[in-house]
T-cell receptor, first 112, second 113 residues
Framework: QKEVEQNSGPLSVPEGAIASLNCTYS??????FFWYRQYSGKSPELIMS????GDKEDGRFTAQLNKASQYVSLLIRDSQPSDSATYLC????????????FGAGTRLAVHP | DAGVTQSPTHLIKTRGQQVTLRCSPK?????VSWYQQALGQGPQFIFQ???????QRGNFPDRFSGHQFPNYSSELNVNALLLGDSALYLC????????????FGPGTRLTVL
């Protein structure tokens, strides 16, 4: 059973701080990794994708991947109240064909 | 450039009924995947369609079936509805085989009474 694990939270950070979200996965052959943001009652919105070990930055977001440790993280710098949402980690199944396996999500709360 | 669209937005059914949900992929995309998201959970993969064929399937019973049309739009059908089928049903579209990035539609909220 291929699994993706996330802390459910809530993760509470003050406005302006760095929020760190973590995810581990069980399928060592996974090749693609995604972070989605989901506001309450809405559908997931793609934030970042990462395929290679190391860091990938996009604005205030940085995704980090360590395939040896089967670990992927998302850093949000200068957190804003509008970042308050559930963040879903998704891993591309190594069998290909775009099948994604999702974690249960981490709820982030950014307070003023 | 239109994104992924889904209809209807909300649906209420009773146990034992059948339901059909519809999805149109993002322009330029030919692969459609369906996911079920129960409250407080991450999306669970139901199945994926490419070139009008079901390409792979998750751990869902045969009550869940689908179809893809020549214009790449897709339907999800659920027969003999159970209370546990109440969930947000998400459609995601992606590019041709090998392109991993998927974009989600707004979802259909199904409530089974």
């Amino acid at each position: 059973q291929k699994e993706v694990e996330q802390n459910s939270g809530p993760l509470s950070v003050p406005e302006g701080a760095i929020a760190s979200l973590n995810c581990t996965y069980s399928d060592r052959g996974s090749q693609s990794f995604f972070w989605y943001r989901q506001y309450s009652g809405k559908s997931p919105e793609l934030i970042m994708s990462i395929y290679s070990n190391g860091d990938k930055e996009d604005g205030r977001f940085t995704a980090q991947l360590n395939k040896a440790s089967q670990y992927v993280s998302l850093l949000i710098r200068d957190s804003q109240p509008s970042d308050s949402a559930t963040y879903l980690c998704a891993v591309g199944f190594s069998g290909g064909y775009n099948k994604l396996i999702f974690g249960a999500g981490t709820r982030l709360a950014v307070h003023p | 450039d239109a994104g992924v669209t889904q209809s209807p937005t909300h649906l209420i059914k009773t146990r034992g009924q059948q339901v059909t949900l519809r999805c149109s992929p993002k322009s330029g995309h030919d692969t459609v995947s369906w996911y079920q998201q129960a409250l407080g959970q991450g999306p669970q993969f139901i199945f994926q369609y490419y070139e009008e064929e079901e390409r792979q399937r998750g751990n869902f019973p045969d009550r869940f079936s689908g179809h893809q049309f020549p214009n790449y739009s897709s339907e999800l059908n659920v027969n003999a509805l159970l209370l546990g089928d109440s969930a947000l049903y998400l459609c995601a579209s992606g590019g041709t085989a090998g392109a991993d990035t998927q974009y989600f539609g707004p979802g259909t909220r199904l409530t089974v009474l």
